[in-house]
């Protein structure tokens, strides 16, 4: 088919996300994951864009599992809200 799949922006809440995303003079982290290199990139382009600080968590299946939800196992990084400060 020819798609490719990268996801983020999906550890935290809808208000959060439509919140400034400066804090305290850094910017507010969403985590990104893919498979594939060329599809995470527009994705973190565009997080920049947006004010965001993107961090790669790596592949589907291993930065998947730092920010999912299944069942009763909650992943390490969900719902974190976190932000980075330039140094």
């Given at each position: 088919?020819?798609?490719?799949?990268?996801?983020?922006?999906?550890?935290?809440?809808?208000?959060?996300?439509?919140?400034?995303?400066?804090?305290?003079?850094?910017?507010?982290?969403?985590?990104?994951?893919?498979?594939?290199?060329?599809?995470?990139?527009?994705?973190?382009?565009?997080?920049?864009?947006?004010?965001?600080?993107?961090?790669?968590?790596?592949?589907?299946?291993?930065?998947?599992?730092?920010?999912?939800?299944?069942?009763?196992?909650?992943?390490?990084?969900i719902f974190q809200d976190?932000?980075?400060?330039?140094?």
């Open positions: 088919s020819g798609a490719r799949f990268g996801k983020g922006f999906n550890q935290l809440i809808a208000a959060t996300l439509a919140a400034d995303p400066i804090v305290e003079g850094g910017h507010r982290i969403v985590f990104l994951s893919s498979d594939d290199e060329d599809a995470v990139a527009p994705v973190v382009a565009l997080a920049k864009q947006l004010g965001f600080a993107p961090v790669k968590l790596g592949k589907l299946d291993e930065g998947g599992a730092l920010v999912h939800a299944r069942g009763r196992i909650w992943g390490q990084l976190l932000f980075k400060k330039e140094q």
